[in-house]
C-alpha cells in the first residue's frame, strides 16, 4: 500500500480537483435557465469535496480523517444530485454528454472515498499525530518481515503445501 505524503499526491484528491476544474469551466459558460444561487451551490459541492479530502489528510488522527472522508463523500454526492438536476433541465440537453462525465468523476470519487475509509477503519495506527519512533520502528519491522515472508512465499514451488494453504 502506497504512502502520501502530501494531499496533493492522492489519486483521490486529484480527480476530485479536476472534477472542480471541469465544473467550474461548465458553469463559466453560463448555463441559461440556471440561477446563480443553483450554480454558486454546485460549485461549493465540488469544492468541499477536495477541500475535506485535505483538511482531513492534513488532521493527523484516523478518526479526523475518516470524519473528513465521509463529508467529502457527501459533497461528491451532492455534486452527483445536482448534475443530475442540471441534466433534467429543459434546453441544456446539448450538455448531456459533458454532465455524464462530471457525474461519473464523481462517483469516482465517492467510490475512492469508500474504499479508503473502509482500509482506515480496518487500521490499527491511530494516525501520525500519535506515531513516535517506537510504533515507527515496529511498522517498519513488521513490513520488512511482512516482505520477507511474501518472498519466501513466492520462491515456493506452486504445488507447496504452504502455498496452496495460503491460497485457500
Not at 485535505?54 to 465521509?70: C, D, K, P, Q, V
Not at 515507527?136 to 513466492?154: G, H, T, W, Y
Amino acid at each position: 500500500m502506497a504512502t502520501y505524503e502530501r494531499f496533493e499526491d492522492l489519486p483521490v484528491w486529484q480527480e476530485a480537483a479536476k472534477l472542480y476544474e471541469a465544473v467550474d469551466a461548465l458553469l463559466a459558460a453560463r448555463l441559461p435557465g440556471i440561477s446563480r444561487s443553483f450554480a454558486d451551490q454546485l460549485e461549493r459541492a465540488t469544492l468541499s469535496v477536495s477541500n475535506n479530502i485535505a483538511e482531513g489528510f492534513e488532521r493527523g488522527t484516523t478518526n479526523e480523517l475518516l470524519m473528513f472522508l465521509y463529508i467529502a463523500r457527501g459533497s461528491a454526492g451532492e455534486t452527483r444530485s445536482m448534475l443530475c438536476l442540471l441534466e433534467r433541465k429543459p434546453g441544456l440537453q446539448h450538455l448531456k454528454s459533458q454532465v455524464l462525465d462530471l457525474k461519473s468523476s464523481a462517483e469516482s470519487c465517492s467510490r475512492q472515498l469508500r474504499a479508503w475509509a473502509e482500509t482506515l477503519q480496518n487500521s490499527d495506527i491511530p494516525g501520525t499525530r500519535y506515531l513516535n519512533d517506537n510504533v515507527r520502528r515496529r511498522e517498519q519491522q513488521k513490513k520488512r518481515a511482512d516482505d520477507v515472508q511474501q518472498r519466501l512465499m513466492d520462491a515456493l514451488p506452486p504445488n507447496h503445501p504452504l502455498r496452496r494453504r495460503k491460497e485457500e
